[in-house]
């Protein structure tokens, strides 16, 4: 099966009628770039940025992130590398951060949310992000959306560090910039969003717990929720529909994405990306690869 396998390597990800999907890999750290480049990611769809807080006492600088990004667009070589802002809270969780204790962590202060509210994390993040852009193909995405004004206000803060660099005379790209689609919020006004961004990415991790009211921490809901529930996967229907009709591409970096079950049905909504675990690149490039 390895054997097999391997022999997907530098194959094109495409049906047997021609559509292609863009199979990206999902990294956690600058070290997981390895296994995304041994199993042929064609890109990185999710670069979880959260470590650069969890392994570290104290804040982040801007330099050290602007290193841990720099090597990862470096080591992608001109693939595009999208790097998910900070999306601490909840599951993730930082003690320098003194966030208070939350009786719904899931629903509390988190991610884009302390962006928004706590700037000069969120600038120094942005300010270390495009500096790195000018190192490869890199795009950025803001996790936990729900609303227009939070995409609007996340973007006005982004032109504000370009033009900083600006004058700084530091160099940078036009970076892409996609929103996750990770809250029933933002799936209904995916129309709207849209017209925002150059991309969607669905968190179908936190698109289920949301929509099915199930805890993603709590093992014992496992055999008790279905991932396929049909609720699930008309919010995915809506969300491609939504993009596609306001041209604009989107992909899959949730745990389905990976889901051999659901490639054909994610193939027929003309889904453009697929964002997995290096270790289901291949499998996946397999399954795609036996469709019509
Ligand atoms: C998701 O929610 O589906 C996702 C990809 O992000 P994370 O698992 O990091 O919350
Ligand atoms: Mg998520």
Redesign the pocket.
């Known amino acids: 099966k390895e054997e097999l396998l391997k022999e997907l390597k530098g194959k094109e990800t495409v049906t047997k009628s021609g559509q292609k999907v863009k199979l990206y890999a999902?990294i956690g750290n600058v070290a997981d770039t390895a296994a995304a480049l041994m199993n042929d990611a064609e890109g990185i769809g999710?670069f979880?940025s959260e470590f650069l807080y969890l392994e570290s006492a104290d804040f982040p600088t801007e330099n050290e992130q602007f290193l841990a990004y720099k090597i990862v667009a470096e080591n992608m070589a001109g693939k595009p590398v999208i790097i998910r802002t900070l999306?601490i809270g909840a599951?993730k969780q930082v003690d320098y951060f003194n966030l208070k204790k939350e009786e719904n962590p899931a629903l509390g202060y988190r991610a884009i949310r302390i962006c928004l509210n706590q700037t000069d994390i969120f600038r120094t993040q942005l300010r270390a992000i495009l500096r790195a852009s000018a190192f490869g193909n890199i795009a950025i995405m803001f996790?936990m959306i729900i609303s227009l004004s939070e995409v609007q206000r996340a973007k006005e803060i982004l032109a504000e560090v370009k033009s900083e660099l600006k004058e700084q005379n530091i160099s940078y790209k036009d970076v892409e910039v996609g929103v996750?689609i990770?809250t029933p919020a933002s799936v209904m006004i995916s129309d709207e969003l849209a017209k925002e961004v150059d991309f969607f990415s669905i968190?179908?991790?936190?698109?289920t717990q949301y929509t099915l009211a199930a805890d993603r921490q709590n093992p014992a809901l496992d055999d008790m929720i279905d991932i396929h529930h049909p609720a699930i996967l008309k919010m995915i229907e809506i969300t491609v529909k939504n993009a596609h009709d306001n041209d604009i591409w989107v992909g899959i970096?949730?745990?389905l994405g990976a889901d051999l079950e659901l490639t054909k049905f994610f193939l027929d909504l003309g889904v453009d990306e697929l964002s997995v675990s290096s270790s289901s690149i291949l499998p996946v490039r397999e399954k795609i690869r036996e469709q019509e």
């Not at 968190?203 to 698109?207: K, R």
């Open positions: 999902n999710l979880r999306d599951d996790p996750m990770e968190g179908t991790n936190d698109l970096c949730g745990e």
